[in-house]
């Protein structure tokens, strides 16, 4: 019974709003996903929340230079926010697998809110770190995480065993080419009319964005690695690389002998766990 009181009372320091939390790796549509509901009028947005935590500890050379001063220095500093934030609103969560893993994996108090609605998105590894690749031209790091299709499979598995709720797992190749279908149906099982403000908008600077979506990392970072989802008027589909028909083919145009050994470990590291996704779908 003490126990359950306990749970009760953690329970309703969250408002009775949605939290809509969209949790995947890199390179995944999940700024263009978080436009659907941050351009809505009853949400507020959080972005990458986690993502300073994660830097400080595996990037500590990079991440003064990454973030502004004073982010977020602990995961009860960011659930202080969410809470503070689902007084009076819905929000949605934008986070990345790699720096979300260890809170989600291990928060059960959180994961098993009933107001929490989970989102995954989910697109082949190969696509992932080419696209990273391309962007940054690094493989630095703890780099088979930040790939993140396994801690984004150890996450769904976490969060499949706790939460209430529906969980949608959006594969982005498919979701991207008609998102609205797919977003009525995760609105209809929100319980949350459509607004076509979910489905087009517009396109939003780096400075709004600060302001917005409670953005941690400095403006130059978000037109790095937002560019694209911030210029957007509307979710498209996204860039689509050869696939590979052979061990010859992994990573073939990438020049670093070092580099390409890298890609070809965390590609190897991360395709069993895209593979138990596509399980799911079936």
């Given amino acids: 019974m003490k126990l359950f009181l306990i749970f009760l009372a953690s329970i309703s320091l969250w408002a009775d709003n949605k939290i809509v ?13 978080l436009r659907m509901f941050a351009n809505r009028d009853d949400f507020k947005a959080f972005i990458d929340s986690s993502c300073p935590i994660y830097f400080k500890k595996h990037y500590p050379e990079e991440y003064s230079s990454l973030f502004i001063e004073n982010p977020y220095q602990s995961i009860d500093e960011i659930k202080k926010d969410f809470i503070e934030a689902n007084k009076d609103s819905h929000i949605v969560v934008k986070d990345m697998s790699y720096s979300a893993h260890d809170f989600l994996v291990n928060d059960q108090e959180f994961v098993q809110n009933p107001n929490l609605h989970f989102i ?8 992932i770190q080419l696209s990273i ?3 940054e031209h690094d493989v630095s790091g703890p780099y088979c995480d930040v790939v ?27 979701f991207s080419k008609n998102p609205r279908p797919y977003l009525e149906e995760i609105l209809e ?7 076509e403000k979910s489905v087009s908008w517009e396109s939003i600077d780096k400075n709004t964005l600060m302001k917005q979506w409670h953005q941690k990392s400095k403006p130059f970072v978000s037109e790095l690695w937002y560019d694209v989802a911030l210029q ?11 696939q590979p028909l052979s061990d010859d083919d992994l990573f073939k145009d990438v020049e670093s002998d070092s580099d390409r050994e890298e890609l070809i470990k965390a590609y190897r590291y991360n395709l069993p766990y895209y593979m138990k996704f596509l399980e799911e779908k079936k």
Avoid: C, W
């Fill in 21 to 33: 939390y969209i949790i995947s790796a890199p390179r995944s549509l999940s700024t263009a996903s």
């Fill in 148 to 174: 993140g299709t396994k801690k984004l499979y150890n996450i769904y598995q976490a969060v499949k065993e706790q939460n209430p709720n529906k969980i949608h797992l959006l594969f982005v190749d498919e």
């Fill in 120 to 127: 995954f998105l989910i697109r082949n590894p190969y696509d």
């Fill in 232 to 242: 957007s008027t509307h979710i498209m589909p996204l860039t689509t690389y050869p």
């Fill in 189 to 195: 099982d929100i319980n949350l009319p459509f607004t």
């Fill in 133 to 135: 690749y391309k962007k």
